[in-house]
Structures are given as C-alpha cells and as structure tokens.
C-alpha cells in the first residue's frame, strides 16, 4: 500500500494561519489617496489571491447598493471607505449571498450611500475586525470565537446602548465569516495537485 503524507493538523492551523495574517492588514496600510477602479480592483485581488474581480462586479455591487458609490465628478472616487467594504465584500462573498451581505452592513451601516446614519465608522468596524482577527490568531487559532472579548470590544464602543446588539451581531459575523473563508480556501489549498 501507497504511504499516505502526513499534513497534520498543526500543518493546516500553520496553513490557516499564513492565509490569514495575508489577508489582513492594518488600516494604516491602505492607500492614503483616492484610487481608479484598475487600482482598486488590484488592491483586492493582491490581498485576496483566491479572489477575482471584475468591473463588471464591482459596479454590480454598487447598483445593488451592496457597496457605496464613488464620488461624483472626481476621476479617482474611490477611497479607503470602498475599499474597507470590498475587504469586508470579499470574506463575505464566499459564504453569503448578495442580500445577506447587504443584511450585514445594514446592521452598522444602516443605507449604504447615507455616511449620516452610520452606527459606526467604516473605519472603527475595519480596526475592530483587524483587532480580533490578529487576535484570535495570536491566542486562540483553535477557538471559533472569543464572545467574551467581543462582547467587552463592543461595551467599550461610545454608542447607543440600543446600538450594541447589533453592532455585536455585525463583528461577530465578520469573524465568523472570516474564519469561515479561511477554512474554505485553506482545505483548496490541500486540494491543489491532488
């Protein structure tokens, strides 16, 4: 009988782990100036190699208002806000379905193109997502979620206490929904050349 390769399971977490920590950076590493949707599109595809965008797609998600639009009257509309959504955008389009992309930034964001009646920044929801990620990858790879710690992330935020069950529901699918696509695109990872 053939041998079987060992992967291990701590070759995996390695695995799950690297694929992450490409993933996801600090806010403070996104581009500072406005981008041409060639850049933007480029941005994603660099962090997420898995991933593919097209024009086509990109404005899909703006007429459906998954995404926010650019702005107008500017060659380069589109900022770190856009951006921010299409990372979010990107972990979540292998698991959920448009609608429920557009339920989840509803929960934070209430009408995508209205900045007014945000929860929460977009900015404040990337450096949450970031702070658990890099987190959860430090001190526990193996737990699915810290509910604790989310729930003191979301007690520290200055909100509305009406506000914070929802904003709550809204990180804790981001981290669902990451650990989820991390999951999925490390088991193709074992999969390639088999």
């Known amino acids: 009988m053939g041998e079987i390769k060992e992967t291990g399971l701590h070759g995996v977490e390695d695995t799950m ?25 480029e941005f994603i595809e660099d962090l997420f190699q898995d991933e593919s965008y097209t024009v ?16 107008q009257g500017k060659k380069k509309g589109y ?7 299409l990372v979010f955008v990107s972990y979540m389009r292998p698991v959920l379905s448009t609608e429920e992309i557009k339920k989840v930034f509803q929960l934070a964001f209430n009408e ?10 977009w900015e404040t929801a990337y450096d949450l997502f970031y702070e658990i990620q890099t987190s959860q990858m430090k001190n526990t790879p193996n737990i699915i979620l810290d509910e604790e710690r989310l729930r003191s992330i979301v007690e520290s935020l200055k909100i509305k206490q009406e ?31 088999k």
């Open 56 to 71: 086509n797609i990109i404005q899909n998600y703006i007429k459906s208002e998954v995404i926010s639009k650019p702005y």
């Open 163 to 193: 506000d914070k069950e929802r904003i709550h529901t809204f990180i804790t699918v981001l981290a669902l929904i990451a650990k989820a696509s991390f999951i999925k695109s490390t088991a193709k990872e074992l999969l390639k050349g």
């Open 79 to 85: 900022t770190k806000l856009h951006l921010i959504q």
């Open 112 to 121: 995508i193109n209205n900045r007014e009646d945000d929860i929460i920044p």
């Open 17 to 41: 782990q690297i694929k992450a920590r490409s993933a996801i950076i600090p806010l403070e590493e996104f581009p500072k100036y406005d981008l041409f949707l060639s850049q933007v599109i």
